[in-house]
């Protein structure tokens, strides 16, 4: 019988070792594997390459693994924002690396790698200093850089439910990168808000297949956090 639950979620990590490559889940602060970030902190392994969207928000997920000073290179496409301190700080400092990725080519790049495509053309980046060093060429009339896959040694991905299979379903904005990067770890570990019995998902309506993950784990109740709250004054009179 296929059963992909892992009994705790130290066992989910116990083998991410230092210099591992790790996609994590989310866009801002939806559909972020938290339970598993804040693990992995705790298991330990160092100088790792993180991938993500952003390079974190406020004290939570990535920006935590920043803060305790785990990791060595951030691969993503929006790093700076009003609260990614953190990253800012040690950017500045000269101890973390940043591969700045356009966010289309940062999703088209994992897609490759779950497809197994060796490479691709994309007109995003031609004629900046992003495509310094990579090989372009002009394909009717139109500049394109070369861009290649990114595989990873671990996916970190968040749903809303998932079954002992590894089926998964995402909640409204939290698919964003998610079912991406399901595709390009060569291990995938799945954070749920629900585990069901095989059969209970609609295969219809399942986002992530089975084949592509690993290990899955139910995580605790979720608080659904604001990203950013503006306000303004109250209207007098």
Known sequence: MIDKIVPSIEAALADVRDGSIVLVG???????????????????????????????????????????????????????????????????????????????????????????????????GYGTDLAKGKETRVIDGRGYVLERPLHADFAFVKAHRGDRLGNLVYRRTTRNFNPVMATAGRVTIAEVEELV?????????????????????????????????????????
């Open 197 to 237: 019995e095989p059969g209970e998902i609609d295969p219809d309506v399942v986002h992530t297949p089975g084949i592509f993950v690993q290990r899955i784990l139910r995580g605790a109740a979720y608080e659904k956090r604001i990203e950013q709250r503006t306000t303004r004054p109250a209207r007098r009179g």
């Open 26 to 124: 989310g866009f801002g602060g939806a559909g972020v594997p938290e339970e598993l970030i804040d693990a992995l902190i705790a298991q330990g392994a160092r100088n790792l390459t993180i991938v993500n969207n952003n390079a974190g928000n406020g004290e939570l997920g990535i920006a935590a693994l920043l803060k305790a000073g785990r990791v060595r290179k951030i691969v993503c496409s929006y790093p700076r924002q009003a609260d990614s301190h953190h990253f800012q700080s040690l950017y500045h400092a000269g101890k973390v690396e940043l591969e700045l990725v356009p966010q289309g080519t940062l999703s088209e790049r994992m897609r490759a790698a779950g497809a197994g495509i060796g490479a691709f053309y994309t007109p995003t």
